[in-house]
């Protein structure tokens, strides 16, 4: 089944945009096994997604009413972003950073995966980790809007292209207010200029024909 859902919207983004998620993997859960991830990320367990920029990861609870929208939202909106778009890819470069110089503060060549990790301020490089720890909370702080607005937008897209819009009305309903308006502010922005130009506006070195533009 999401095998198949992969395959289709796959198709759908090539065709449309001539690009599709290459490096992104995604990973599902079912509700002991989220809750698991979500304690050892300090994650809020009422989240039903979590995209890891840093290992261009989705991650979906299987459990749920919206699991198609979710993991469209996750593994299509977050990983096309973050593969595509400039934004997105500052924000890997500076997830990698970040991580090279945590596995040099802990003299390890892997960082444990789904674990909690503790960096002494005795360590050398602290004040360097403290400094691209806060860089990068800003940025993710000042692009969330649109890094999360596009994700919505994404679950949108596909759902109109499938013919499945009231599932993802019904999830819309129950977002908060700052998301609503950060996808109304991009659908907008489409309504008027069409789907390439939000993308170019947005960062995505997309190459298309121009019997593919709208």
Same mark, same amino acid.
């Given at each position: ?25 995604? %990973? ?67 997830? %990698? ?18 674990? %909690? ?44 292209? %499938? ?52």
């Amino acid at each position: 089944m999401l095998d198949r859902l992969i395959s289709k919207n796959e198709k759908i983004l090539e065709e449309k945009f001539n690009i599709k998620p290459k490096l992104t993997s995604y %990973k599902t859960y079912n509700k002991d096994g989220w809750q698991k991830f979500c304690n050892s990320r300090n994650s809020i367990n009422k989240a039903e997604g979590i995209f890891l920029p840093r290992t261009l990861s989705a991650n979906v609870l299987k459990d749920s009413e919206y699991f198609e929208t979710n993991f469209n939202h996750e593994y299509f909106g977050h990983g096309f972003f973050c593969e595509y778009s400039l934004i997105g890819r500052e924000l890997v470069q500076k997830e %990698k950073e970040l991580e090279s110089l945590e596995k040099k503060m802990l003299n390890l060549d892997k960082l444990p995966e789904n674990t %909690k990790i503790t960096i002494d301020n005795t360590t050398p490089y602290f004040d360097n980790y403290v400094s691209k720890r806060k860089k990068l909370t800003n940025f993710v702080d000042n692009n969330l809007y649109l890094y999360e607005g596009f994700a919505i937008w994404m679950e949108y897209f596909l759902a109109k292209q %499938k013919g499945s819009i009231e599932i993802f009305n019904k999830k819309f309903d129950t977002l908060d207010i700052y998301l609503k308006k950060s996808f109304d502010n991009l659908k907008a922005f489409e309504a008027s200029y069409g789907e390439y130009d939000l993308l170019t506006c947005l960062g995505f070195e997309i190459n298309l024909n121009s019997s593919n533009k709208n």
